[in-house]
């Protein structure tokens, strides 16, 4: 095994095109996590209800469910650089007509469930793209630090992005917030014009479309070690990052707080993720994935509890904190273990069902949950979702009892 100097956290950006691509995307997420606040802030304006959130959430994420095998087989066959220089170009698009609808005083909430959609839907080809072609940049060695330093990116937005949009909603409004979103993605396709990336597909064009993508799930159900990792990720995003969701309700009805509570909470969440991706290269060295993905599937049903009992800004922000480190301690370590056990002519189509698990599932936990907080309150329906979240991650845990031992 090399050492952790030779494949530290940072270890990643000694390749220059993984250099372009962290640059790029770091200013694009930072867009996105703004235009993410802004949007959620809206819809709560627009109809006061939560049952909206998770109608725009779900709306999202649906076609994920649908779509994410088929997508799969286009990210095993064509190049992935074109396939993200495709989806981020239409994306923009996207962000600078909700921008003009909210600025010129037209936008109605059906506006942002259509544009929600359309999102989706370029999304569930984005993201397995996106998550296999973290490997043709870094190649194997550097995997850990890739996947790592992607997440640190994600995270890091995440923290400026919500800081910014809580100054310009409280002056400028939610308009500009997605107009500079829109703006910024031209920095992550300057970054995939410049790069030069070899072809890093195998060549699956024999069989028909619909052939590979049952190769790529029955390849998934029947192995030993991915089947109970994607079950984990289907459950953790299911509950637990479903509280999300609701945190535009929670500030505003909870915390006494739309927009400066929303703010922090959003900002205090990446801060956490930002030290749990800093930590994670040297907790996985020191007790292996599978190890954290366990402990870190249980113990944020704790914290999840914990913050829907909050009823201040500042203990609402450490729990949401410890909420951010948690998701990317775990989603960091699964995508990892992944990646190492699936083998490239499969890599585009595991990832796919990897990703439909947090893009498709999330909506429709998300959907349920707007519904139910209506009806038992936005806290009473954190709590249960935490406790969810803790008792089936527990049944998968005592189902494949080896999976905490996977280094």
């Given amino acids: 095994m090399a050492s952790i100097s030779q494949t530290g956290t940072f270890s990643a950006l000694r390749h220059t095109n993984f250099k372009l691509y962290f640059g790029g995307q770091l200013v694009s997420i930072t867009g996105t996590w703004m235009q993410a606040l802004a949007q959620g802030w809206l819809v709560y304006y627009l109809t006061q209800s939560e049952g909206w959130l998770g109608i725009v959430a779900c ?68 993201a397995p793209a996106r998550q296999a072609f973290i490997r043709d940049l870094v190649g194997m060695e550097d995997l850990d630090s890739g996947v790592t330093l992607n997440s640190l990116m994600v995270n890091g937005g ?54 590979q993508m049952r190769e790529g799930v029955q390849f998934s159900r029947g192995h030993i070690t991915i089947a109970p990792l994607i079950l984990m990720s289907a459950v953790m995003s299911l509950f637990a990052v479903n509280m999300v969701t609701v945190l535009p309700a929670f500030a505003a009805k909870v915390l006494n707080s ?14 956490g993720a930002v030290v749990g991706a800093l930590g994670s290269v040297w907790l996985t060295h ?51 273990l992944i990646q190492k056990q699936v083998p490239d002519e499969f890599r585009g189509r595991v990832m796919s069902l990897f990703t439909l698990t947090f893009l498709g599932l999330t909506p429709f936990g998300a959907l349920a949950m707007g519904f139910i907080a209506e009806s038992i309150g936005t806290p009473n329906t954190m709590a249960l979702y935490g406790l969810l979240n803790g008792l089936l991650g527990a049944f998968i845990l005592l189902r494949w009892s080896g999976v905490h031992k996977l280094a």
């Fill in 286 to 336: 020191r007790f292996g994935h599978g190890w954290v993905v366990s402990f870190i599937l249980i113990a944020i049903s704790v914290v999840v509890f914990l913050l829907s009992r909050m009823t201040s800004i500042v203990p609402a922000a450490v729990f949401m904190g410890l909420m951010g480190a948690c998701y990317v301690l775990f989603f960091v370590n699964i995508n990892t």
């Fill in 59 to 126: 709306a999202a994420g649906a076609p994920s469910l649908i779509l994410s095998p088929f997508a799969g087989v286009v990210v095993d066959r064509f190049r992935r650089r074109d396939i993200l220089l495709f989806t981020q170009t239409l994306e923009m698009t996207l962000a600078f007509v909700l921008a003009w609808l909210t600025l010129t005083g037209t936008v109605q909430v059906w506006h942002v469930v259509v544009l929600a959609l359309l999102g989706g839907i370029l999304r569930t080809l984005d």
């Fill in 158 to 211: 995440r923290i400026i992005g919500p800081a910014f949009a809580g100054a310009l909603l409280a002056t400028v409004g939610a308009g500009w917030c997605f107009f500079l979103n829109g703006a910024t993605f031209l920095a992550v396709l300057l970054s995939l014009v410049i790069m030069r990336v070899p072809r890093a597909v195998t060549a699956i064009r024999r069989a028909s479309p619909l052939a």
């Fill in 258 to 271: 739309p927009i400066d509570g929303y703010s922090v909470l959003s900002t205090a969440q990446g801060i």
